[in-house]
Structures are given as structure tokens and as C-alpha cells.
């Protein structure tokens, strides 16, 4: 049960946060997890204890709940009245839609075999690189819509992965993990009762925790139905202050693998 407040002596825009929080189902924890803040600092600030959050700490309570243009303005008026700072809206929301085209940039003029990631693991952006290590040409000239978790269980596809169970409970630990802040959301819960239709899925999902903030790489193995086994390593890249997509990279993992990599011209000179 969270703290009730004398809201009388608290600013508009501390009961704002509160008030925002609370109508998208969000608690103090999960709101700091989402904007990478203490637990301790979100409490102070809805009790008005930190009166001069900067602007960036606004704009990450902004993205993490998802707040509408109307909430976002009322926001900015309270901000600006407890603080005399003033947030550029229109500047924010410029930064907010240029992300997605920043991601599918990074990967595009990205050697390796790279894709992209949205918030929800939904694969937003493949290089060509990426859509022939994975096999997955067919997919992506169909404009069909790829979520990781589905592409690794896919039963297709799970035969090509060696280890394939130990790579399904290391993506389903991180998978937990970069969502748990997201389970009230209409997108996930639909998400979500999808992947369970998904041969061994359920018994994966059921015997697997978050196991902690996920390792930026990890080696696994595919077997590629030309180029033969490939030892892979995972690289990801994030975006400082913005969860909304992540860049992955699959770089060499052994000589064999890069020197495969170095035929097909995807090895940076």
C-alpha cells in the first residue's frame, strides 16, 4: 500500500506524477525502474521533497508513461510553475519520432548483421546482412511484422539454433527483465497471449525469472543451410535516456565465423 499524502501542501505537478502514474497502473517501483530513477527518489518527488527535478528527468516520467498530448502540456505548465524552467515540446516530440528512423539509420550503415529492437522486442529494422544470416528474406519482403521470442520458437527456425534450449531461457530471462515494467499494457498482455501459443513456451516461460539487468553480449551457435555452423556474439547497443529501441549486432565469435564473415563482406575492414 503506497503512502497517502497531504496533498495541500504538495505542487501541482508532484500530484501530476502521482496522479499520471496511478491512471497507467504503474507503482513508484515500476516507474523507476522505467525512467532509471531510485524508488526513493520517485517518492520524494511525489511528495515534493525534490523540487528541481531537472527536464530530462520530465521527459523520461513523460516516455515511461506513455502520457498524451494534453497530460504531456499539463505536465510542462506545472514544471514550469515549480521550477521556472521551460520544457520545448515541440523540440521533445521531434526527439521522440526521429528515434525509430535513428535506429533503422544505425542499422543500415551497419556492417555486421544487425536489426533493431522496439521497446516490446518487436524486430523494427533488419540490414541485409542480418535478413541472410537469419533466413528470414522471405519474412521481411512480405512486411511481416517479426517479434524475437516468436522468431527463436518458431519451430522452423529452432531447429537451426544449436543449444537451443539454454539461448531460449537466456532470451526469455531478458526478455522478462527489459519488460517488467510493461505487463498493465494492453500491447503486451496481446503480445503476450500470442507467445504462449508457441510450442514449449509456456513450460520455458513458466520455469524462467529475470535473472538481472541482461549482459550487453552472449555466444550462441545457428546453422546456417549455406554457410554452415556460424559461433555468434551478440552486441547491443542502447540509446542513453530513450527505451523505446535497442540496436543488435552479431559480430564473429570464433575464426571460422569471421572468416565467413569476411567472404561475404560483412567483416569491417
Do not use: C
Not at 495541500?8 to 496522479?19: C, E, G, H, P, Y
Not at 516507474?31 to 520524494?44: C, E, K
Not at 530471462?173 to 503486451?188: A, G
Not at 547491443?236 to 549486432?249: D, E, L, W
Request: proline share 4%.
Amino acid at each position: 500500500m503506497e503512502t497517502q499524502y497531504d496533498t495541500k501542501r504538495i505542487s501541482d505537478f508532484a500530484q501530476l506524477v502521482t496522479r499520471f502514474r496511478q491512471k497507467h497502473s504503474m507503482s513508484q517501483g515500476q516507474l523507476a525502474q522505467a525512467t532509471r530513477l531510485s524508488r526513493t527518489y520517485v517518492y520524494h518527488l511525489e511528495t515534493g521533497q525534490r523540487a528541481n527535478p531537472s527536464p530530462a528527468v520530465v521527459q523520461n516520467i513523460v516516455r515511461a508513461l506513455e502520457l498524451t498530448l494534453d497530460e504531456r502540456n499539463l505536465l510542462y505548465d506545472a514544471y514550469t510553475q515549480l521550477t521556472g524552467q521551460y520544457i520545448d515540446s515541440e523540440l521533445f516530440e521531434g526527439t521522440l519520432l526521429d528515434m525509430g528512423e535513428l535506429a533503422r539509420l544505425l542499422v543500415y550503415n551497419t556492417s555486421y548483421p544487425a536489426h533493431s529492437l522496439d521497446r516490446l522486442w518487436f524486430l523494427h529494422s533488419w540490414n541485409a546482412a542480418a535478413t541472410t544470416l537469419f533466413e528470414v528474406q522471405e519474412a521481411i519482403r512480405k512486411g511481416e511484422k517479426l517479434h524475437l521470442l516468436a522468431l527463436v520458437f518458431d519451430p522452423l527456425m529452432r531447429r537451426r539454433f544449436h543449444g537451443w534450449e539454454n539461448l531460449a531461457r537466456r532470451l526469455m530471462s531478458d526478455f522478462l527483465y527489459d519488460t517488467r515494467t510493461m505487463t498493465h499494457l494492453p500491447e503486451y498482455k496481446v503480445l503476450w497471449k500470442n507467445l504462449r501459443e508457441l510450442p514449449e513456451f509456456r513450460r520455458i516461460a513458466s520455469a524462467t525469472y529475470p535473472r538481472g539487468k541482461p549482459a550487453p553480449s552472449f555466444v550462441f551457435q545457428v546453422q546456417h543451410s549455406e554457410l554452415g555452423r556460424l559461433t555468434l556474439r551478440t552486441a547491443i547497443t542502447g540509446f542513453t535516456g530513450v527505451a523505446s529501441y535497442s540496436m543488435v549486432s552479431y559480430v564473429p565469435g570464433d575464426q571460422q565465423t569471421l572468416d565467413m564473415y569476411r567472404q561475404h563482406g560483412w567483416q569491417p575492414k
